[in-house]
């Protein structure tokens, strides 16, 4: 099955079959990890064109190490060595990467629908590595990949998403991909923190942590976005820690066998207390882990990528 369209934008644009089929081909490609001699030939020829506006570790590497391992040539461009700084324009720049005919741009952007603008423009692949306040549907994707693993379903499932939900495109994207595959979507946070209309996406709101936890079989913890916070939403970060932080009494409330996700980078002691990050029901690294294989996925289908074939 192909994915719709050129471009992967949102997990809106993806029905529950192209969901399940990426979940698939990133379970195949995931071993590729695990080699001696990590790579394999099959998007050999194809050059990708990572645009990243915002700061990034996690995804902009795993991006950068998907498309090595399927042998694509890969270049980087950032705001800051880009000719941005100089007052190109937005579309200006798009054009002009479209002109050295990459197969795919991978971008992230500050503004919500960027990447939107940009898909119309050229004919490359666009992969939404995460724009403003919008969209991060390849997060979404390896954390549905994550929960698949380690409950070996996600129809059912009770997911609790704590946090920032206003200033987060992880949890719109999450609430999306969950919710159409099945899951039970509970979102919380202080009132200033969740929008208005976000129950449309397919969840609940619940302003107390404790229940919002209590028998989840995930619970997904969100950072507080400090450079999105134009005005104070809470009292203290100490506050927001005691009324809303995950630490051990309140994962107690959670099922047994409940996983604590966080999509990162952490503020260790404000939205997670360091010995819930790094216990062990902790399945942040495997998360970053399962982004490799998932964006290995992303690419491969929508680079019409063939199974590898001897050389000759
Ligand atoms: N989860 C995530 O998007 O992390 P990065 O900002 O490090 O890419």
Redesign the pocket.
Known sequence: MELPGKDLLDMESLSRDHISRILDTAETLREISERPIKKVPILRGKTIVLFFH???????TSFDVAAKRLSADTHSLSQSTSSLTKGETLEDTAKTLEAMHPDAIVI?HSCSGAPHQIARLVKSSVIN??DGLHA?PT?ALLDLLTVRRRKGRIEGINISIVGDIAHSR?ARSDIAAFSKMGATVTICGPRTMIPAGITQLGCSVIHNADKAVEGADVVMMLRIQKERLKSALMASERDYAVHFGLNSRRMRLAADDAIIMH???LNRGVEIAPDVADGPNSVILEQVENGVAVRMAVLYMLLGGKPHAPEN
């Open positions: 915002e700061p990034s570790t996690r995804t902009k992230r590595a995460g991060h997060q992880v999509p990162g980078p």
